[in-house]
């Protein structure tokens, strides 16, 4: 094989200097894409091994009738002009198939239920054997990506190289590893700067392409997420997670070097307030799957049904939801509204309600696995609290819950959150916080993730650049609610559902409204009402409103919450004492904090997903996260 | 005010060198005491804001015949030569609460139920206003702790500035914000560098004696443990926080800065395997609380009976868990005998069981929120293959959880692991993974957080600072599962309860011999007999063993566990039927990255709480994060 390898070289005049080794991929021998496309045509000539799964590719028709070339010597494709102007045209993939299927079926089992791992195929051996019966030979092009950049290389591979028929090597999604030499691409009209001639096939991981749901034909994103464990293969959802990725180091790399302390916060919660998820062992194992019977058949209904028939509900806790896009704020206001929205809706559906819910009067739950009800946690910022009241700044990152019954572009059942508490500190310092943190993340993604953000402003918001830019930039201007209820009396263009009255929750209209058409960016709007915020919001002097903010951006609305929480033992206890004797028992422990060595504090909260809808325009959350959980569904 | 300043500096002898200022604390108005720490005798003179909580006081009587300070110029204790030569000796705190409590009474209420806060108290008031009935003065010596640093610093505070009692100001987890003039110690014994003179008291959080639970005697670990939100304020566990927050972003650092992409797999999933904890909304809110019914009380039983009751389980269970510590492996080696105990124990107390369990075959899970069964995460690898299969090179951090019903200072319910995925690698490029990640995290440790692992070491366990060089600096020594056996069945200083035979899974015994008597040390052994890993690792050729690793450290057992996985459809096929169809179907996705463009892949997962039990020497993983779920537990 080195003969070959130095024949090769001499083509590309390199003969007399030993080519230095490219950077492999940690942890796995083969070197990155990225690394290859960054590197450029420094690299023409190195040897490398490359893997990843083919994009598009095109086949050259070598000339059957001429010897087949000796294994030492390349040949290059009939023509250096671009594959139009081929003497040899090129052909489709699917003409390959149509023509040539009989004698592929008869050499390779290629209508196998699964897909096939071919192992090294040495050319020598194809050579000495099958050679006499072997089908037509191809110089196949294919556009491969290893998910390590947007770009993709273009590996080109001589039929003869492969155990697998050119078909099966060609097709959408096919995975490939393969070792060559890096040349400059042949043809004058490439786009790319490098390309690699393949010398061995090291893998082939085929598909099966009767089953295989991906197409060249980009999929519409709704269509994609019925295919979770598939979509990371698209350029977009590639890019998407690229930004993710990013913007997860970016959360703790900026507070940690500000001096926050991470702290995990538990998942598994014992205070329930709201719609939330119950954690139990009680539904136990069935002894006997298969004999699983659903007894409440005749009484049952569907998800379909139960979503048609709760719209009512979804409409009205929407509205007060989208108000302000707050969760906690929704727990405080809202908590009478469900009830009785629930309250109506059990009175309309009896005989429904009743079949689904197993009553919690039945259950014994000293009996469940903690000895006590547990929930999963809808906000860590209670729990980050105690250590904030220790330790001084403290943030978590983690998945938050929440169980209402609503399915729209807005909602997920399960998000991560970026949280904080800062002790020694008031509503301007959270403020200042959630402006630089927002700040930090933007230009963090425009110096780091600047190729996938380029992909993907071409493919879904050409703005979303200038708009990360700008915010970057500038700073965020901040108002009171009292100033925005102003702004939207003053308004001459619009007319809105919900009438701009102080005291209402502000609604997605208002939001958009001030941010999209009045200051065309983020605001940071602050000092609520207090009956729009949680209880843990800290009372202003004025005794109506509390030292809570929203962080809105365009398009989007809330991507951060914050507030100066209440350090005074009176006045929490008093509002804790609101949500009655059980659940203030369940808080003793926050009420401990402002009992012993209270401090004022304040925290911020981010949602990571609303934060990827500003980064990445998309319009519809479920597609921020790589396997999103919404009512009626779970996918994987 | 301003003169007043004046007069300390000049005392001082800053007068002509108007100070810089010190920095900060982002987003909040004070200085971490890291900062005037670390900064010593250098900043002696500068005027600051400090806030802490206080860890011990002792307070020195002002002569009381002498008339009382005019507030602009400073007294200096009276004895410069240390606290225990004083003329005027020290008084504890408890000798002034009995001599003193009816005079403070009196003027403050300092029995009110919860702590206050006392805003800023300006001495000109209390000349003007209460100096005639004012009580004893004194000079108070405060160490605090802001949670920067293991180190506090000590406030020096007159009384006459403040408006709480000395007592409450001196008390155990008072804070304390201060505005004060840094200065040298005036004790020369003083094992302090630098010191705060408060010149203001601008907020006091006092605690109430009576119910704040933490003492000035260091709490045994396990009692602090029920004191969940309060147990950071003391210095062990802030440290064990700092180390935890080290780790975490050192976890980030090493596999972004390695090239991989970072991926959010969920929490909510909807394929269980062995013991899970289920996520439902079928068990509705009660309508009235107050009238909750336990209607299986005369059949019920305690969490405290049920811990006694399957005693029996529990130690077959954990023989087998601890065999190789590895959850995925146990799943299963272990699912049939599992059931077989489980059923044994229903047969035992079958009243009990029917008595806890609701059968999940009177439940209709297609009504439950996600529309089917769902469960917490066990691992996120499966998910995180998806993304590695079109990424390459893929991590993630979550929490996972098992409903193991084991109680020991091996298990929690809800732990947080680093996971990655890694496409075009195989065996032992997992194993280097594994191996450079450890070792970073030991690094990264010694380097970033000297002082906590230092202080750690000193309470409790003196040899880990020489642990984690060791292993920063040394590679880990690599063997096989046959040669483990080998060396075990060659122990002549040892006999084991379960005799190594080859096939067996290797218990806590046995890896504590390999890795405290025989290499003290680190080890990776690998090729384990494919009983004991989990189906989706390799098969090796020689068809008994699979590609499959457990990294173990000394004194913990398994850490990192990691494993090549298989990439070839059919002996996954194959392997995924054995559980059984329903199993497989819901697996089906798994296969179809078998199906289509397979690759070979390797990846590791981390268990973050035991490599915080390596790292600190702590006994009992309850210790390593802050609010613990396990077995019957669940606080705040």
Request: charged share 25%.
């Amino acid at each position: 094989m080195e003969s070959h390898v130095k024949t090769h070289q001499k083509e590309h005049h390199h003969e007399d200097t030993p080519p230095d080794p490219v950077a492999l991929s940690k942890y796995s021998k083969r070197v990155e894409l990225k690394t290859l496309l960054e590197g450029g045509a420094s690299l023409v000539g190195k040897r490398v091994v490359v893997g990843g799964w083919v994009k598009s590719s095109r086949a050259v028709k070598k000339d059957s009738l001429s010897p087949p070339p000796p294994p030492e010597v390349f040949v290059p494709p009939p023509s250096s002009g671009g594959s139009q102007a081929s003497p040899t045209p090129s052909v489709s993939c699917t003409e390959i198939i149509n023509s040539k299927m009989n004698i592929f079926r008869k050499l390779f089992d290629v209508l196998s239920g699964g897909g096939k791992t071919y192992h090294i195929f040495d050319k020598h051996d194809l050579a000495g054997g099958h050679k006499a019966t072997s089908p037509p030979e191809y110089i196949i092009h294919s556009q491969i990506s290893d998910g390590s950049s947007v770009s993709t290389l273009q590996v080109i591979v001589d039929s003869v190289l492969s155990n697998v028929p050119a078909t099966q090597l060609m097709a959408l999604g096919t995975c490939i590893v393969a070792e060559g030499v890096l040349r400059q691409p042949l043809a004058a009209s490439s786009k790319h700067v490098i390309e690699l001639e393949a010398v061995k096939l090291l893998h082939v991981g085929t598909v099966d392409p009767d089953k295989y749901p991906l197409s060249k034909k980009q999929l519409p994103l709704h269509t994609l997420r019925d295919l979770s464990h598939f979509r990371p293969r698209t350029t977009m959802v590639g890019s998407v997670t690229r930004v993710h990725s990013a913007l997860t180091l970016a959360s703790h790399t900026f507070f940690q070097h500000n001096g926050f302390q991470y702290v995990q916060v538990p998942v598994i919660t014992t205070a329930g307030v709201g719609e939330m998820f119950r954690v139990t062992t009680l539904l136990g194992e069935t002894d006997d799957k298969d004999e699983k019977k659903h007894v409440d058949e005749k009484d049952g209904f569907s998800v379909d049904t139960v979503k048609a028939a709760v719209k009512e509900k979804t409409r009205l806790i929407d509205h007060l939801k989208r108000s302000d896009s707050n969760r906690e704020a929704v727990v405080a206001v809202a908590a009478h509204d469900l009830k009785k929205t629930s309250d109506l809706e059990m009175r309309q559906k009896p005989k429904a309600a009743a079949a689904t819910l197993i009553k919690p009067e039945k259950i014994d739950f000293s009996k469940d696995f903690f000895g006590c009800e547990t929930y999963l946690t809808v906000s860590g910022r209670f729990h980050l609290e105690s250590y904030a009241s220790a330790l001084g700044k403290v943030y978590t990152f983690g998945p938050r819950f929440t169980a209402d019954k609503i399915d729209d572009t807005r909602h997920l059942a399960e998000t991560w959150n970026v949280e904080t508490e800062i002790a020694f500190s008031e509503l301007d310092d959270a403020m200042e916080c959630a402006d630089e943190f927002f700040k930090f993340l933007c230009k963090y993604l425009l110096e780091n993730r600047h190729e996938d953000v380029k992909f993907i402003s071409k493919r879904v918001d050409k703005t979303i650049t200038t708009r990360l830019e700008a915010t970057a930039s500038n700073s965020i201007l901040r108002f009171s609610y009292t100033e925005a209820i102003s702004l939207l009396q003053k308004a001459t263009t619009r007319t809105f559902e919900t009438k701009p009255d102080w005291g209402i929750a502000l609604t997605e209209e208002h939001l958009s409204y001030l941010t999209d058409e009045i200051y065309k960016g983020c605001v940071i709007i602050h000092s609520y009402p207090k009956e729009v915020k949680p209880f843990y919001t800290r009372l202003n002097d004025d005794k109506q409103t509390v030292a809570a903010f929203d962080l809105v951006v365009p398009k989007v609305g809330v991507v951060i919450t914050g507030s100066q929480n209440e350090e005074r033992f009176e006045i929490m206890d008093a509002r804790i004492s609101e949500y009655g004797l059980e659940t203030k028992e369940k808080y003793e422990w926050y009420l401990d904090l402002r009992r012993h060595g209270t401090v004022k504090n304040s925290g911020i909260s981010l949602r990571m997903e609303h934060m990827l809808l500003f980064a990445t325009g998309l319009p519809d959350i479920k597609d921020t996260v790589p396997f999103p959980r919404s009512w009626g569904k779970a996918n994987n």
